[in-house]
């Protein structure tokens, strides 16, 4: 497992990521590892969620397994180099592109969400291999630098809104092909966009979102009984009770783990 020290940015790194807007990819954990992960979270995405959400979003404040992913060192610390060192996690999200599902438009994500001041990094993780047949993510650099307005989306669309007028040259697209256990960062504003799965193959990723403690998240808009969680550092602010410092404990609401996940699980949580 890797230490918080190495995964902590590059001064290198850190000027990419102003430049381009995303860094990537990164390894949380290896494939055969993530094998093991994705059977407890397809479980938890055919469950009902105890948080009043949809059973694909949230599942953070519920379930100790995702909550882990999301936190994990090899996210959190890459976050903290940008963000600096009190981070909130305000939203988890799995993204299942199934076969024949439609193309995600291009947008930027700040126009969908919650959150004043906007500010926010994303890492997508690669439950499942993300490959240019089965609708890996692709991204603009640079595109982070301007704000974009959203128009309404055509009925082809998964989105019912898109970036307006983005036409991108194909050589300046990039495609972020991921084995699974691996994770990308993106800004707020960096464009991004998945075509139609046209491959026979399900891919599954998960986002996950975090800001700083003065930001104000409105949990109302995003459903019934939303709190978001400190992850790393302090809330010095305290505005209204906003932020949980509580942690999903590893037997919250789910089966005991076989042998074969524990250690994997251990890993995860830095045990």
């Known amino acids: 497992m890797q230490t918080t020290t190495e995964c902590a940015l590059s001064k290198d790194e850190i000027t990419r990521f102003h430049a381009d807007g995303y860094l990537g990819p990164y390894t949380l954990c290896s494939p055969e590892e993530m094998s093991e992960i994705r059977a407890r979270i397809d479980a938890i995405m055919n469950e009902k969620s105890a948080t009043g959400s949809k059973s694909i979003q949230s599942r953070h404040m519920d379930r100790r ?11 959190v610390e890459r976050i ?9 996690l305000w939203a988890t999200y799995f993204w299942v592109k199934n076969p024949g599902d ?3 438009p291009w947008h930027q994500d700040l126009n969908y969400w919650p959150i004043d001041p906007p500010i ?3 890492a997508w993780i690669a439950i499942d291999e993300a490959t240019l047949e089965n609708s890996c993510v692709n991204l603009i650099p640079g595109s982070h630098k301007k704000v974009l307005r959203h128009v309404k989306a055509g009925d082809d669309m998964a989105f019912q809104e898109m970036a307006e007028g983005v036409v991108p040259e194909k050589q300046k697209i990039v495609p972020m092909v991921l084995k699974p256990g691996q994770f990308f960062i993106f800004s707020e504003r960096t464009l991004h966009q998945s075509n139609a799965n046209i491959s026979n193959k399900r891919r599954l990723g998960m986002t996950c979102r975090f800001t700083v403690p003065f930001v104000e998240i409105k949990h109302e808009k995003l459903h019934a009984g939303h709190r978001a969680i400190l992850v790393r550092g302090t809330d010095h602010h305290r505005l209204r009770g ?3 410092e509580r942690r999903p404990t590893p037997k919250q609401a789910e089966k005991p ?8 699980a251990r890993s995860l949580r830095g045990a």
């Open 65 to 75: 397994t995702v909550y882990d992913l999301a936190s994990h060192p090899a996210v």
């Open 80 to 88: 903290n180099s940008l963000m600096g060192p009190d981070l909130v």
């Open 102 to 104: 439609k193309e995600i």
């Open 120 to 122: 926010n990094l994303s």
């Open 242 to 244: 906003r932020i949980h």
């Open 257 to 264: 783990m076989p042998r074969h996940a524990q250690a994997i």
